[in-house]
Each structure stands twice: as structure tokens, then as C-alpha cells.
T-cell receptor, first 111, second 113 residues
């Protein structure tokens, strides 16, 4: 079993739709969680951190469920520019510094 | 405002050749990382340096060596390239190891023939 698992998709949605991605992690000692966005042939860029209480940034909402060991990303009112691959990242907070990446979920928003 | 700079952007090698990928960051970050990304997959950690003077193996270290030259620079060396090392390589840095967000360079597309 992979340490971090994501539904690869692709998710194809019309503009204005709401779409949600889930990511499960296997190590219960995981402490830090992030969503990164990666455009085709580009480097990943941090989209948002995921906090225990859940957090929102504009049209994006991230949630953490420690009991079930998953995090989610909700995108409301999808834009064409949201088309990208979304990577789930999980850290065990030690000085080892190893972030574990999911394989990514591909989103295509269509007109 | 360069952030993380990687060179080269593209490289083609023949099997058995060697090369070094260079990475430098100007954010005064303590930790630096090398990842590889194969098509349709997430990033896999090759080596990392939690702080200047230290390096450690990641998930896929075989066939690679690294040098943390100073706080700014972290290089990745392929001593004898193999076709299985064809990939996109990303360097990243973070303020400290473990919990901080990662800043990535723009990547190196490496093909080994």
C-alpha cells in the first residue's frame, strides 16, 4: 500500500462546477499536510496547507480527518485556469524532513 | 527574487556518461531536496539535506550522489547514467526540515539514451 494515495482521475468538469478530491495517508504519525498544484511540465507550487480545523482560501477549502486519515480539497465555481494536477503531500514532523507525495489528481475544467 | 534555480533545464546523455545537476536557493533556507518525477507519478525523494553539512538518502537514492556545497547550493550527480534515470528532476528547499512548505526549481528534463 502506498503511503499517500490519491484518485488519479482525470476529473473533467464544466466551468462553475464544484469538485472534490480526497487523499488518504497510511502513517498515523503524520502531522503536516499540504495541497500542491502542478501545471503541465512545470514545478509544483504550494496551493494551501491543511489545518486540523479545516481552512479556506477563496474558492478552495481543505479539510483534514485524522480519524480516517484523509485530507480533502474542495474547489467551488471551477475556472478554466484551475485545470492542473493536484498533489497531496504529507509530512511526519521530524528533523528527517521527508515529504511524501501522492501521485496526483488531474483536473480538467471545460468551457 | 530568483527562489530556487536549477541548471541545466534539459540534458541528453548516453548510457554510462556522468553529469551533475546544480541547484541554488537564495531564500536562506536550511533544507534542500532532490526529487524525480516520472510520467503520471508523484515526486519521489532521491536525497535531501536537512541542514548544511548533512545529507541523507531518500526513497530512490541508488545511482545518485549529492553534495551540499554550502547553505545555498545542493548538487546531484549521476556517475554512470542509465536509461532508468530518464526523468524530470526537481530541486526544492524549505526553511526547515519536516513541516515547512517546499519551494521548487523549474526542473531538469533528463533523457538517457
Amino acid at each position: 500500500r502506498k503511503e499517500v494515495e490519491q484518485d488519479p482521475g482525470p476529473f473533467n468538469v464544466p466551468e462553475g462546477a464544484t469538485v472534490a478530491f480526497n487523499c488518504t495517508y497510511s502513517n498515523s504519525a503524520s502531522q503536516s499536510f499540504f495541497w500542491y498544484r502542478q501545471d503541465c511540465r512545470k514545478e509544483p507550487k504550494l496551493l494551501m496547507s491543511v489545518y486540523s480545523s479545516g481552512n479556506e482560501d477563496g474558492r478552495f477549502t481543505a479539510q483534514l480527518n485524522r480519524a480516517s486519515q484523509y485530507i480533502s480539497l474542495l474547489i467551488r465555481d471551477s475556472k478554466l485556469s484551475d485545470s492542473a494536477t493536484y498533489l497531496c503531500v504529507v509530512n511526519i514532523n521530524t528533523n528527517a524532513g521527508k515529504s511524501t507525495f501522492g501521485d496526483g489528481t488531474t483536473l480538467t475544467v471545460k468551457p | 527574487n530568483a527562489g530556487v534555480t536549477q541548471t541545466p533545464k534539459f540534458q541528453v546523455l548516453k548510457t554510462g556518461q556522468s553529469m551533475t545537476l546544480q541547484c541554488a536557493q537564495d531564500m536562506n533556507h536550511n533544507s534542500m531536496y532532490w526529487y524525480r518525477q516520472d510520467p503520471g507519478m508523484g515526486l519521489r525523494l532521491i536525497y535531501y539535506s536537512a541542514s548544511e553539512g548533512t545529507t541523507d538518502k531518500g526513497e530512490v537514492p541508488n545511482g545518485y550522489n549529492v553534495s551540499r556545497l554550502n547553505k545555498r547550493e545542493f548538487s546531484l550527480r549521476l556517475e554512470s547514467a542509465a536509461p532508468s534515470q530518464t526523468s524530470v528532476y526537481f530541486c526544492a528547499s524549505s526553511e526547515m526540515a519536516g513541516r515547512e512548505k517546499l519551494f521548487f526549481g523549474s526542473g531538469t528534463q533528463l533523457s538517457v539514451l
